[in-house]
């Protein structure tokens, strides 16, 4: 289980997939929830690295959003 880029198909524009790879993390991170409260570790080490790639996929798309309205 690993927060890797997916790969994007070839019509698709750049912040339709950004936002698809955040809810993709997002949802991975869901899944580590549980673990991280019962105590696990390494949970807790995928839950922070979900976080740390989320923040820059929000970034992200807060800056694509922000061209977008300027245009």
Do not use: F
């Not at 927060?3 to 994007?8: E, T």
């Not at 698709?12 to 991170?29: N, R």
């Amino acid at each position: 289980m690993g927060y890797v880029q997916a790969m994007k198909p070839p019509g698709t524009q750049g912040s339709q997939s950004t936002y698809t790879d955040l809810l993709s993390v997002i949802e991975e991170m869901g899944k580590e929830i549980r673990p991280t409260y019962a105590g696990s570790k390494s949970a807790m080490e995928r839950l922070k690295r979900g976080i740390i790639h989320a923040r820059a996929l929000v970034r992200e798309c807060l800056a694509e959003t922000e061209r977008n309205a300027r245009t």
